[in-house]
């Protein structure tokens, strides 16, 4: 069951009352480490109006935190989000905990529900999945709301270590591999604490005497992450306990390459431009023929991503497809997302909401 990770002292301490020159110089180099990375690597200018995403454990109570402290230096405008799943008997609790530290830190925050089972159920999806799916759905639609620039998440250093595993053991390709952005401007969407340690986290919520909730969820080995989290990850940390920034120098080197790779697709794409249609894309030739199968994946990639499929397509699936490209062998390769990628003698077809259903599908 989840419960409060410290005791209920009469007054507890708030970023709200003490504010960073009341903190202790650990906790304030936390908040200054994030400021830094927020204005100098990510190069946001103030004034921001944030959506925070807060469950209440450990990672969103620390942001909530963070986010108040930076506020008056960056001009942020805070407003915070709990999202119930409804899958565990204690998450009422866990919504008026939520609640209740964003009304001391001084941050407007509604709580709405997600019926998580349901979507899971109607789509025969797992509840990692439908959980997912509905919170940045819901997300998203409450920050277009608000007019807020960014939904805000808690991702520290070692959801950012899982998530490079979880990636490698879907067959994620490069720069991919790299694990999830600390800013994903196409989803408005930021994570400020991504190269913070959790242990870091909970040492700042100790010394300001703020508590959260544990999910005990978290430890249910029914679930992909946590069979990685508890079982491999522990593993891995033997052999290199430096693991986490290891991802971390990982991550900001895919993030270079993404960067170039981008660059050179959109002068690619300017030379060749590809044909878009109601629900499809189409690459030429021209934009194929005498480019190195590396440009070729991510050309690939470019157009799932344009049309809203899946942004994790296995490289597998793409060699296969780029094999078929490279012979000119005409047919269909399914790809994630129920797309259909159509070879054929003018180029390759992207289709979305496509199923091949002449038996010709490969690589998947």
């Known amino acids: 069951m989840a419960q409060d990770t ?21 906790s304030a180099h936390l908040c200054l480490d994030v400021e830094r990375f927020l204005t100098e ?3 946001l200018a103030p004034g921001m109006r944030w959506l925070l995403a807060v469950s209440g454990g450990a990672d969103s109570t620390a942001l909530a935190v963070v986010a108040t402290v930076l506020a008056p230096r960056l001009r942020l405008d805070l407003h915070a989000v709990h999202i119930d799943h409804g899958l565990r008997p204690e998450s009422g609790e866990d919504a008026r905990h939520a609640a209740t530290c964003c009304e001391n830190l001084g941050i407007p925050c509604i ?7 349901g979507l899971a159920g109607r789509e025969g999806i797992g509840i990692e999945a439908a959980g997912r799916e509905l919170r940045y759905d819901i997300l998203g639609r409450e920050r277009e709301r608000l007019g807020a620039d960014f939904m805000v998440l808690g991702h520290h250093a070692g959801d950012l270590t899982e998530d490079v595993f979880l990636r490698l053991l879907r067959g994620a390709g490069w720069p991919a591999l790299g694990g999830m952005p600390a800013r994903d401007a196409g989803r408005n ?3 400020p604490l991504l190269f913070q340690s959790p242990e870091r986290l909970r040492t700042f919520l100790e010394d300001i005497r703020v508590p959260w909730r544990e999910d005990g969820s978290n430890a249910d080995p029914a ?4 069979r990685v989290r508890h079982r491999i990850l522990p593993l891995c940390r033997e052999e290199n306990p430096a693991l986490d920034r290891a991802m971390g120098t990982l991550h900001r080197l895919a993030e270079l390459d993404g960067e170039y790779f981008e660059g050179v697709l959109s002068d690619l794409l300017a030379a060749h431009p590809w044909t878009e249609g109601p629900g499809s894309i189409r690459l030429s030739w021209e ?5 190195h199968p590396a440009l070729r994946l991510r050309l690939y990639m470019a157009a799932l991503n344009r049309l809203g499929g899946e942004g994790q397509a296995r490289g597998r699936t793409l060699l296969g497809l780029d094999r ?36 010709l599908a490969s690589g998947v």
Request: charged content about 25%; hydrophobic content about 35%.
């Open 6 to 26: 410290t005791e209920s002292p009469p007054e507890r301490q708030t970023a709200r009352t003490v504010g960073l020159g009341g903190l202790s110089s650990p």
């Open 41 to 43: 690597e990510l190069g």
């Open 111 to 117: 709580v709405l529900q997600a019926d998580v089972a």
């Open 189 to 191: 969407l930021l994570r």
């Open 223 to 226: 679930f992909t992450r946590n």
């Open 287 to 291: 934009s194929l023929r005498a480019v």
């Open 324 to 359: 078929a490209v490279d012979a000119r062998r005409h047919g269909c390769h399914q790809l994630p997302g129920e797309t259909c990628a159509w070879v054929d003698r003018d180029g390759v077809t992207f289709r979305l909401g496509e199923k091949d259903a002449g038996g």
